[in-house]
Every structure is written in structure tokens, then in C-alpha cells.
């Protein structure tokens, strides 16, 4: 252990970094649960991260990015390598539009998205309200291309910044990222910033707008729950060619408020999987595992995950 500890000190020792050896990073995702990090990284800079993920990648050490943690289970055995956050410094700066129209705002991948979605309102700019009450940072919702019922991530992105894992700098537009339902081709690397396409209109109907997305939103979800939001993604219809809810489909099954140790279907929304305070994401994914089953059985319908899991067999979503 001294020695891997000595060997991984060398990656950030020299670099504007904070970082905690074996870092309980479950208890930093919504669940509150989940194993370690051998290494958590907060960079302050970009130079940093740049020069981070050039050494890991020349000593083959497996980098991850951990947003709000709102889409994410750590296996209870934890995960090997360096985990990044992008909490500090640069990571989290906004550059609203200038022009009384709109434009376009830079935003750090870091920054927290509900805070952007009320401050838009607030500066009465349109573009972000269709994703209120969506726990996210940035580059976690553009890499989910979170969304719902009132529109998607996609469709305010104009351009991304991504750090590859060699440490390289490049700009993708939009066009280039194929966004599709709750997905995106996000080549590997780190998001570190977005710009974003804004309208200038009445700060009363921005702020009206996110009031009536974020009312639905808690009025059908389970919102103070410990969960990750919709642990599968809405299936297609072979019948229809549209999608169809997870939700229903895991009603039907009879799941809804089935438990399993420590872990529970809500009772609200069949989709939530939640989990009592001090329970094991180990519970989480057999119940998962034990619903997909049953759905499978019951409709003849495969669930694929939604939720991103990480274990030390790497990343899996
Ligand atoms: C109560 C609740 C309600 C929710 N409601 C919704 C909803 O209505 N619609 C919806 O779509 N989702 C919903 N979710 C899920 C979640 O909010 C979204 O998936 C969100 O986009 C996750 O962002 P995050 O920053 O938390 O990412 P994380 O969970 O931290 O990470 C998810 C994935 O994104 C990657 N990632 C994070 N940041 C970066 C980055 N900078 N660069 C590259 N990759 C990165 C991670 O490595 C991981 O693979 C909900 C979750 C909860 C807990």
C-alpha cells in the first residue's frame, strides 16, 4: 500500500489539485452509499487536469468523472484508480451572454444545473427551464443528456469542451455528439465546459416555466428520496416505434414497493429504486437485477439500465 500510495502521490504532488487518498465517493452520489476511490481529485486548474490525465494515461491508470453523482451506483467494493471532480476554480464559472438578445453562455462542466436553471430565469434568458429540478452538474447532463417530459440537455448545447485522455483540448459542436435519448457519442475524456444557446425573453415566463416543470417533476417522482432518478431507460414499442414507461411496465410486473434488504421500488414511481439510510448498493442493483427479471417474464421486454454503475470491473451504463 506505501508503495502504490508513494508511486500515485507522484501524479499530483507537483499540480494545484486537492486530493484524498481512499475517498469514500459513494457517500458523494445520491444514494449516500457505494465504496472508495483510491484516489479522489478535486483540480483547480485545467493545466492541472491536463497534466494528471497525461500521466495516468501513460501509466494505464483508469480516470473517472464524478459529477453530482445523481445518475451513479459505486459498487460497495469501491473502484480503482483517480476519480475527478470538477467542484473548484474554473471548473464551476459561468460567462453569462452579454447581449440583451441572448447568445450563448460559457459554463463550467462543473456548475450545478438546477442553480443554472434559476439563475437563467432570474436574468430572464430561456434555453435551461425545460431541465428544472434535474439534479446534475453540467458535464453529467450533457454525457446523460438528461431530460424529460419538457425537453432534453441536447437542445440548449451549441458547442462542448472535452479533455481527452492524453490531455488534449478539443471543441465539439453539437451536431457531432449524436444526443439521442438519454445518451450521447461522447468520445472519452472530460467534459470541461459547454457553451450554451440562450433567448432573451420575459423573466416571468422563464420563471412561470420552471415553476410548472419543476411542480410536475415533484409531483410524480419521488424527489427526497435516496435514488438515482430512473433506474431504466423507457423502452421502445415495438407496436407503436415510440417509447413506453419503465415505470408502467415495473407497475404491471407488480413490483411497485417491492424491497430487498436495505433497497425499495417507490411506491410512487416504479422506475425509482430507493434505499434506506446506511443500506448497500449491493441491494440496489440485485432489486434491479430482481425487477428487470420480472418485467422480462411479465411484458417480454428486456429493461436496459439508465444508471451508470461503477465497480472495479470499470464503468458499466
Ligand atoms: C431525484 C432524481 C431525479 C432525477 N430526475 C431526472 C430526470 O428527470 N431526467 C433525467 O434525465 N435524469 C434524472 N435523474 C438522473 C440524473 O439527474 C441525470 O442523469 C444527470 O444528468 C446526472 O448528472 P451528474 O452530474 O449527477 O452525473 P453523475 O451521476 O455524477 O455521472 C453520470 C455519468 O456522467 C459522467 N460524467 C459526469 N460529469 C462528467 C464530465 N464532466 N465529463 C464526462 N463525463 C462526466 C460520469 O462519469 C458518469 O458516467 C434524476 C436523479 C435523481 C437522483
Redesign the pocket.
Known amino acids: 500500500m506505501t508503495t502504490m500510495t508513494t508511486l500515485r502521490e507522484q501524479l499530483w504532488s507537483d499540480l494545484d489539485v486537492e486530493a484524498t487518498l481512499d475517498a469514500p465517493i459513494g457517500a458523494l ?2 444514494y449516500e452509499a457505494g465504496g472508495r476511490a483510491e484516489v479522489l481529485i478535486l483540480p483547480r486548474t485545467i493545466e492541472s487536469l491536463q497534466v494528471l490525465c497525461r500521466r495516468c494515461c501513460e501509466q494505464g491508470i483508469a480516470v ?9 451506483i459505486v459498487d460497495d467494493a469501491g473502484v480503482n484508480g483517480v476519480v475527478v471532480r ?1 467542484s473548484r476554480g474554473a471548473f464551476q464559472a459561468t460567462a453569462w451572454p452579454q447581449e440583451t438578445a441572448g447568445g450563448l453562455a460559457h459554463i463550467g ?2 456548475a450545478d444545473l438546477m442553480s443554472l436553471v434559476q439563475e437563467s430565469a432570474r436574468r430572464g434568458l430561456a434555453g435551461l427551464s425545460q431541465l428544472a ?5 453540467l ?3 450533457v ?2 443528456n ?3 417530459s419538457f425537453g432534453d440537455t441536447a437542445q440548449s448545447i451549441h458547442t462542448i469542451e472535452l479533455l481527452t485522455p492524453v490531455g488534449e483540448i478539443c471543441i465539439i459542436p453539437k451536431v457531432d455528439l449524436g444526443f439521442a435519448y ?1 445518451t450521447c457519442n ?1 468520445p472519452a ?3 470541461l465546459a459547454a457553451t450554451v444557446a440562450l433567448a432573451a425573453t420575459d423573466p416571468v415566463k422563464v420563471r412561470a416555466h420552471v415553476k410548472e416543470v419543476f411542480e410536475y ?1 415533484s409531483r410524480t ?1 419521488p ?1 427526497s428520496d435516496r ?4 433506474m431504466f431507460k423507457n423502452p421502445i414499442d415495438p407496436s407503436t416505434g415510440q417509447r413506453q414507461s419503465a415505470g408502467r411496465l415495473i407497475d404491471l410486473a407488480g413490483m411497485k414497493g417491492t424491497t430487498l434488504r436495505s433497497a425499495f421500488v417507490s411506491e410512487r414511481h416504479g422506475n425509482f429504486i430507493g434505499l434506506h439510510a446506511g443500506g448497500s448498493t449491493n441491494d440496489v442493483l440485485a432489486l434491479a437485477l430482481a425487477v428487470q427479471q420480472r418485467v422480462l417474464d411479465h411484458a417480454g421486454i428486456r429493461l436496459e439500465r439508465e444508471v ?1 454503475v461503477w465497480s472495479q470491473r470499470g ?1 458499466d ?1
Not at 133 to 137: K, L
Not at 227 to 230: F, I, L, R, Y
Open positions: 452520489t445520491w473517472r468523472t464524478l459529477g453530482s453523482g445523481a445518475n451513479l470538477l462542466a462543473g429540478g434535474i439534479p446534475a452538474s458535464g453529467g447532463a454525457r446523460m438528461a431530460g424529460g438519454r461522447l475524456g472530460i467534459v417533476k417522482q424527489m435514488s438515482a432518478g430512473c451508470v464503468e451504463s
